[in-house]
Structures are given as C-alpha cells and as structure tokens.
C-alpha cells in the first residue's frame, strides 16, 4: 500500500508550548481596570486631604514667603561670619522692635483718636438726619427708592451682628493667629538653615543633565518670592505715610487709623487698596462735600502715583507680571482661601509664571521645533 504525500497529509497539532497562544488570565485583564479605579480613588483622596490640610498648606507657604524675604538681608550678616540662624533670628527681632516701636508711637494717638470719636457722635447723629432728610426728598420725586430707615436699620442689624460674633470669637482667634505666626517664624527659620540640604534632596530627585536647569529655576522662584515681600513692605510704608500727610492737609478726623487701613490694603493687589479706602471715604463724606471730593482727589492720585512711580521705582521690572494674571488669581486666592488666599495670590502666581516662563514655554518650543528666545542673563 502506498503512503500518502505529505501534501495530502493533515496539519500537525501545534506544539504545547511553542505553537499555543498564551491563556490570560481573568485577573490580568481585570488589572488595567483595578489600576484605573485605584488611581481615580487616589486622586479623589489627595483633593480631599489638600482641602482639609488647607490652613497647614497656607502655614508652609506663609514660611517660605518670609523665609525668602528673611533670606538675603540674612546673607549680609552672614557675610559678617554670623551665624545663619542667629542672622535670620537678629532681623525677626529687628522687626518685631520696629513694630512695637511703630505701636508705641500710634498707639496713644489712637486712643486719642478713638476718644474723639465718641465726642463726635452727636456731630455724626445729625449729619446722618441730615442725609436722611435729603435722601427722603429725593425719594419723593423717585417712589421705587427702599425706605432710608429700613436699610440703615438692615446695615445696623448687619454690623452689630458682626461686631458681637468678632467679638465672641476674639479670644481663639486671637490664640490661633499666634500659634500660626509661632509656626511660621519656627519653619521660616528651619527653611533658612538647612536650604542648601533641601535643595540638594530635590536636586538628588533630578536627571543628572536636568539638575543645573532645576537649580536655576528654583532658585529663581526663591528670589521672586523673597522681592515680592520686601517691596510690597516699602510700598505699604510709602502709600501710608502719604496718606497720612494728606488726610492732616485735609483735616478728615483719625489720620493714623485710616492710614494704616489704607496701607494694609496694599496687602492684596488691584481690589484691596480701594476696599480699604471704604472706611475713609465714609469718614470724609460724614465731615462734608469739600472733604469727600478733596479726599477721594488725594486718593486717587496717591493711588496713581504708586501705579506710575513708587511701585515701578521700588520693585522694578523683578516683578512684571501681567495684570489679568494678578486680578485672576487674587480672584481665584479670595474664593478658595478668603482674605489669606487674596495675599498669597499673587507670589503663588508669580511662582507659577516662573515655572511656565523657564520650564513650560521652553519645552513647548523644541517639541514644536522653534527656537526659544535668548534669555536677558545669557544676552
């Protein structure tokens, strides 16, 4: 009998373990799966712990806001071969003696102040039924007008229930505000002496070609920060001081305490210098027409005067962020963070510009094979 051809003959059965495709397992293709939801439940988690650790996250940046400022002044002592802890702690205590030297000074004259206020009741009852009577005449002409007596009664109602809660909380407020400026100025000191050490952990973290770009960067940021700080001071001192000499010109009553209102407003940008300005115009419209005008023409033309000349001259161009970048964060800082938020806003936006600046834009330009514009330093 003849054999059959090996064409004719059928396929032999693949090897069992060269020619099978591999099984996969239940458990394999569920891990992709598992990988998505843990990820998603990480993320999930890490917003939640952000938001709860919010005022611990606002405490470290307050600390490294001051210890940058602290910084460089610092390095001038250090020069002196002091210390770095005893030359950060010498310019805390130097600041701390110029303000209680600035409240000796103030301090009485607000008392002053405060108790002339209180013989200046009666004046401001009846400029108040005087803007009443006036108020009402011209509500006869306009019938859709509210009722003068029920809103300054809202606003009083407002005002006195604010006042009573301030003041029901002022002890734990006042016990927090300084186990917070103890955390600061205890971190701020830690982040002073051991910089090169936390600079060197984040440099070990880095690809070795990547490492002096990250330095640069970061060092970069870290002078930002400490500029921001220590010109927004000079620029609160100047704003204050004009104000007070022109409220004294004037003659509007309590010049010391609606000066230094007007000089923290500086604190937060664009929106904070005149929202500090609502008390002073409120204290010049009650002395008169002549004091309104006068002091709204000062303030706006001490206002326009740091715009075009103080800032410019004392920050400089280490600062040029663009405006709706400003008004943007301070927005965003004030809606997450209230009053606090409003005041990091801006160095947290300015070390986010530095970061795009050097890091983003760059990287950007060589994935799309444009060359990145030399920088000042190099030109």
């Known amino acids: 009998m003849t054999q059959p051809s090996d064409a004719t003959q059928p396929p032999a059965p693949p090897d069992a373990r060269a020619g099978r495709a591999p099984t996969i397992s239940v458990w394999q293709r569920a891990l992709p799966n598992y990988n998505a939801l843990l990820l998603a439940i990480g993320t999930v988690a890490g917003i939640y712990l952000l938001l709860r650790l919010q005022h611990v996250l ?16 610092a390095s001038y002592l250090e020069r002196m071969r002091i210390p770095r802890a005893i030359a950060a702690l010498i310019i805390y205590l130097a600041a701390i003696g110029a303000i209680m030297l600035i409240l000796w000074l103030v301090v009485p004259r607000l008392l002053d102040q ?4 209180g013989r200046e009741i009666p004046r401001y009852i009846e400029r108040y039924n005087e803007l009443r009577e006036e108020y009402e005449e011209v509500r006869a002409e306009y019938p859709a007008l509210p009722d003068f007596n029920a809103q300054a009664r809202e606003i ?3 005002a006195t229930r604010s006042v009573a809660r301030w003041l029901r909380e002022l002890p734990s407020n006042l016990f927090g505000l300084l186990l917070d400026v103890l955390a600061v100025f205890t971190i701020s000191i830690m982040l002073i002496t051991g910089r090169e050490r936390i600079l060197a952990f984040i440099l070990s973290l880095v690809r070795a ?14 002078e930002r920060l400490g500029y921001y700080l220590r010109a927004k001071l000079i620029v609160m001192a100047i704003v204050g001081a004009l104000m007070y000499g022109a409220l004294l010109l004037i003659g ?25 300005r609502v008390p002073l115009l409120a ?3 009650l002395e008169g027409p002549a004091e309104f005008g006068l002091t709204f023409v000062a303030s ?22 663009p405006p709706l970048l400003v008004f943007t964060s301070v927005l965003a800082g004030a809606a997450l963070l209230g009053p606090a938020g409003a005041f990091i806003a801006v160095p947290a936006a300015a070390m986010v510009q530095v970061l795009f600046e050097e890091v983003v834009i760059p990287w950007r330009r060589r994935q799309i094979g444009e060359p990145a514009p030399a920088r000042a330093a190099d030109a």
């Open 58 to 73: 606002m405490i470290l940046f307050l600390s490294v806001l001051f210890a940058a400022t602290v910084a460089k002044p």
């Open 114 to 117: 405060f108790g002339s206020f």
């Open 156 to 158: 009083g109602d407002t």
């Open 209 to 222: 070609e990547h490492r002096d770009e990250t330095r640069r960067v970061l060092t970069l940021m870290w």
């Open 252 to 276: 509007v009553p309590f010049p010391i305490l609606l000066a230094i209102v007007v000089a923290i407003g500086e604190l937060i940008p664009r929106a904070g210098p005149w929202l500090a």
């Open 283 to 285: 204290i010049a419209a």
């Open 300 to 321: 706006v033309i001490i206002e326009n005067a740091k715009g075009f000349a103080i800032s410019p001259f004392v920050e400089g161009q280490q600062l040029d962020i």
